[in-house]
């Protein structure tokens, strides 16, 4: 069989390989990328396969966390044809009286919004927005860069006595169930907080689940919800084509079977079909940590402790998504002024906390919390005039035990349980907009199932490589005593969503991963092999598995 050879061989054309990819070869290094799809970007892709005239974002769709990172934004992708488009309104969560909790760009407008909603509210938020003014630069710093954030943790602590101090950090440690309440009247801000909330799988009655719903509501106010003009595979686009123009290589439909380990270090990869490209410097794997450790490095040839550590790697929720094509907009029975890309479809924060719960329980959630994408309100260019194309995505068990609704969901996500759930999402959306089943052309439910075949390392379902509790972040993900792109085996680093920091698309476990790469003194490398040696890690014979 053929073989080729690298400096750095990346794993996956996700957007984490294609940063890491283009960090690397910023440096000069030969850097190919493999990607099993035939196509880039992994969970950042569109198509037209709902319905011809309609472009549907297949997995993810609005990107904050990408708007607000350094990272994508050092790389210049608006010169090489990304084009960001914003909705009139960032987010709107409608209540069962008619009555809406809105999210604007503009502070005032938002703070409108809240002052209707409780007296007082409106001056409260400016205060929050801005204390976050002062301490969201330097937090989200600290949140994604590699651990311990030394430089942007100082930035924290040198912040924080503007902000309340201790007053503050308690406010980041509460769960977003009742971070809402603190110093407001109406329902306003803590709909938002929890909503936002629910795109993690933190349970919004849990610690941590506060800073994700403040993360993403503030994020919403001062960046937006922007999407990519054209569909969400014209952000993979950009990232692509910056790549080549410096040289590198992306191949598609290039399924890597195994990391090829000599001594105890990654030296490469074997592709199916048996073509080996070799790696001179490094093997960056923007793969999902059960699938890396195990599968394509079998367990008998990863070092013991990884192996233990790795039985208790939690996934994320799963998650089923419905699409569909709309011949005119949303029938929303009572509309707000200016139409949102994002809705979040719950009558409170009590059944947002319940729909958590339920799932934390196993249980396929009766009412479940629904994320909900307007993307022709948000891109004009995504279906013809007058027409919406709109999704909805809720988070469903892993392992259920039991369905908390009519008891007519097995968990088996076959497609009698895909249309039930989809019915049961479709009334929830019904329940706010009653004539939405006379726009539908076409409709499209994608499962579990679905979408791991779609992208390999949505295992499950699970969008954020795993659980974004407390328990799995930082210093402890993917496994305790990590928190860094470096791994247990020599030349091999981690560069996807179970890496430190997490899920969302912000490009941060692949610039960590580069940066790990390039960190690497020449000598340690020339030397790992022999301390793996010595250490008594040498790679063992393989012996045969049964399939997967």
């Not at 069989?1 to 000069?28: F, Q, R």
């Not at 976050?132 to 942007?152: K, M, Q, Y």
């Amino acid at each position: 069989m053929a073989t080729t050879e690298h400096d750095v061989v990346v794993v996956g054309a996700g957007p984490n390989g294609l940063v890491a990819a283009n960090l690397l070869a910023d440096k000069g290094l030969d850097v190919v990328v493999l990607e099993a799809q035939p196509e880039v970007g992994g969970a950042v892709r569109s198509a037209r396969d709902v319905h011809p005239d309609y472009v549907h974002d297949t997995f993810s769709s609005f990107y904050p966390l990408a708007a607000a990172s350094g990272v994508m934004g050092g790389l210049g992708l608006e010169h090489h044809g990304l084009v960001w488009s914003h909705a009139p309104a960032v987010l709107g969560h409608p209540l069962p009286d008619g009555s809406w909790a809105m999210l604007h760009r503009d502070v005032d407008r938002t703070a409108a919004s809240m002052e209707a909603l409780g007296a007082g509210d409106g001056d409260r938020w400016r205060t929050w927005v801005e204390d976050w003014g002062r301490i969201g630069g330097p937090l989200v710093d600290a949140l994604t860069t590699p651990f311990p954030p030394i430089r942007a943790g100082a930035r924290v602590l040198a912040a924080l006595p503007g902000v309340g101090g201790m007053d503050y950090v308690r406010r980041l440690l509460e769960p977003a169930s009742v971070l809402g309440r603190d110093g407001f009247g109406g329902p306003g801000p803590a709909l938002l907080f929890a909503g936002n909330a629910g795109h993690a799988d933190i349970p919004t009655d849990a610690t941590g689940s506060g800073l994700m719903g403040l993360l993403m509501t503030m994020l919403g106010q001062t960046v937006g919800f922007p999407v990519p003009r054209g569909g969400a595979g014209e952000l993979a686009a950009a990232l692509t084509r910056r790549f080549t123009a410096l040289g590198g290589e992306v191949r598609c439909s290039a399924r890597v079977d195994r990391v090829l380990l000599r001594d105890g270090r990654a030296v490469g990869v074997r592709v199916e079909g048996g073509e080996t490209v070799q790696a001179r410097r490094a093997v960056v794997a923007d793969v999902v940590a059960p699938v890396l450790y195990g599968d394509l490095i079998p367990d008998d040839e990863l070092p013991a402790r990884l192996r233990r550590r790795m039985r208790s790697f939690e996934l994320d929720p799963g998650t089923v998504k419905v699409d569909w094509a709309l011949d005119g907009p949303v029938p929303w029975a009572s509309a707000p002024e200016t139409a949102p890309g994002t809705i979040h479809l719950a009558d409170s924060v009590t059944a947002i906390t319940e729909a958590t719960s339920q799932i934390t329980s196993h249980a396929v959630p009766a009412e479940p919390l629904l994320i909900v994408g307007q993307m022709t309100t948000a891109d004009a260019t995504r279906s013809p005039a007058g027409t919406e194309a709109l999704w909805a995505y809720a988070h469903v068990p892993q392992d259920v035990r039991h369905d908390a609704g009519d008891g007519g969901i097995t968990g088996r996500w076959d497609r009698d349980d895909l249309e039930r759930f989809a019915d049961r999402m479709q009334r929830r959306l019904e329940a706010y907009a009653p004539d939405l089943a006379s726009r539908v052309v076409a409709r499209r439910v994608l499962g579990p199932r679905e979408l791991e075949e779609r992208d390999a390392n949505l295992v499950g379902g699970a969008i954020n490589g795993g659980t974004s509790a407390i328990h799995q972040q930082l210093v402890f993900r993917p496994v305790p005593g990590n928190g860094r792109a470096t791994t247990p085996v020599p030349g091999l680093f981690l560069a996807s969503a179970s890496a430190h920091p997490g899920g969302g698309v912000h490009g941060a476990p692949g610039a960590n991963a580069a940066r790990a790469v390039l960190a690497e003194p020449a000598l340690l490398r020339r030397t790992r092999p022999l301390v793996a040696r010595l250490r008594g890690t040498r790679t063992h014979r393989r012996t045969p598995r049964s399939p997967r």
